[in-house]
């Protein structure tokens, strides 16, 4: 695995002895902490983790003590004992991208990028959903993009389809929300089709694309998947009140706003989440998409609520009875739009235009 910080190179960092510092409230005696009582050693080390950003303090009879994240995101905490099978295999931080899923998307050419994850202090370019701009101060947000080849054998809810790109969208969104309950002990739940939301107000967006792979003449070329997937992620982490644009302020929040004020240590949360959309697209590679249909159920913002669903054919109102990936839609239209014999309307999830409610 290898991660890349295209900044000015930093000196590796110690991140086990990081690790060991974050683990105690307090300081941590020299001696535990320099190792075959190496105390130059462990002194150059705490030296290049505080010029990295992080916060430590020192003391010369108490040692060391941690006191604070870097507000860098650093590609040694994020690569150590990550432990995934695809997903960050590479991992590159920029300081200053126009977009990162732009950026992943470049690397769809070279089958080794499978699992590429691209991250960026600041995006000068970045877009959510039907093309909007997003943007967001710098070292405030997780803004990450993963480029994924998905195998040909996921259909019919494979990469070509539009049901193939609303698994990865769901699969994003899961994996978004679940990070946010388990930091901030709030519900998250999943707007239709790629936000995160509290209570009303967007945390995260997720962002899919599909990317056609170049193709050379080689054997090995023929028998790769023709297009690759990029899975974007934004995520509000340590933005205020005061951050946020005034028309914002009541329909957007952040990690920090959720959990009243404290600071959250942004390459802990990216190692956290690449984990987690890897046991998912782990999963759903397996055992199909329909792997994924209890979480996405159980998350879902409209589930048993009144919904209008738009398809290419007509706009359907009623309640949202059940959805997954192999039934679609399952809706019960009420009285007003009530299909002939009372009966509920399956909608294939490739059909859907739109859901509101």
């Known amino acids: 695995m290898n991660a890349h910080s295209h900044e000015s190179a930093p000196a590796i960092l110690n991140i086990p002895l990081l690790d060991r510092l974050r683990s105690v409230s307090g300081f941590v005696a020299t001696a535990d902490l320099a190792e075959s009582n190496d105390r130059e050693r462990l002194a150059a080390d705490l030296d290049a983790l505080e010029a990295f950003g992080f916060r430590i303090e020192r003391h010369p009879y108490l ?19 990550l432990g995934t099978r695809r997903i960050g295999r590479r991992i590159a931080v920029w300081n200053r991208l126009g977009s990162t899923s732009d950026a992943a998307a470049r690397g769809a050419g070279a089958a080794a990028n499978d699992g590429l994850v691209i991250l960026a202090e600041e995006q000068t370019t970045g877009r959510g959903q039907r093309g909007r701009s997003w943007s967001a101060p710098p070292r405030s947000c997780i803004l990450m993009s993963v480029l994924l080849f998905p195998p040909s054998e996921l259909s019919p809810i494979g990469r070509e389809s539009a049901g193939g790109t609303a698994w990865l969208t769901a699969l994003g969104a ?43 003449d080689s054997p090995a070329s023929a028998s790769e998947p023709e297009t690759a997937v990029v899975v974007g992620v934004g995520l509000n982490v340590n933005l205020g009140v005061d951050d946020l644009a005034p028309e914002l302020r009541g329909k957007a929040t952040s990690l920090r706003i959720l959990s009243g004020g404290g600071s959250f240590d942004r390459s802990e949360l990216v190692r956290d989440l690449i984990r987690r959309l890897d046991r998912w697209y782990d999963e759903g590679v397996r055992d199909g998409p329909s792997s994924l249909n209890a979480a996405w159920r159980g998350l879902s913002e409209h589930l048993g609520r009144r919904v209008r669903v738009t398809t290419p054919l007509q706009t359907l109102a009623g309640r949202l009875v059940d959805l997954d990936f192999q039934c679609g839609l399952t809706i019960d239209p009420s009285d007003e739009t009530r299909s002939q014999g009372g009966s509920l309307v399956h909608i294939p999830i490739s059909s859907v235009v739109a859901l509101e409610g």
């Open 63 to 81: 040692g060391a003590a941690y006191r604070g994240p870097s507000p860098r995101l650093c590609p040694d905490q994020i690569e150590h004992e």
């Open 174 to 216: 899961v994996a978004t929300a679940g990070l946010v309950a388990e930091w901030t002990g709030c519900d998250a739940r999943i707007k239709w089709p790629n936000d995160v939301r509290v209570d009303g107000r967007k945390v995260a967006g997720i962002l899919v694309e599909r990317v056609i792979r170049p193709r050379d």
